[in-house]
């Protein structure tokens, strides 16, 4: 009985670290979105933050805010999706032993 104790605790150790880097892993990730064609590109790190923001003159119009504040947003769902596409699964890990289904 303790030799199967002690291979599940080493398993959930060895979880616990591959864990630990993928997400340390994901952390250190940044990726690009943009929008109108690279009118506002925006560089977004791997727990979602904005890191960069790059917005190009000709579509800054002062009469027109809502169409920037649009261009901003779209290029954060870009930047968003690729994170969440970059995203390690559980099913990465191979299962490792660990009963998750």
Do not use: R, W, Y
Request: net charge negative.
């Amino acid at each position: 009985m303790g030799t199967g104790f002690s291979k599940k605790k080493k398993q959930a150790k060895m979880f616990q670290d591959t864990i630990a880097k993928m997400q340390e892993d994901m952390k250190n990730t940044e990726v690009t979105g943009q929008a109108g064609n690279g009118l506002v590109v925006v560089t977004v790190n791997g727990e979602h933050q904005l890191t960069n923001i790059t917005i190009k003159p000709e579509c800054v119009d002062p009469e027109d805010v809502e169409g920037l504040e649009d261009l901003i947003k779209a290029a954060l769902d870009d930047a968003s999706s690729k994170i969440s596409d970059n995203m390690p699964s559980l099913d990465s890990l191979g299962g490792m032993g660990m009963p998750f289904h």
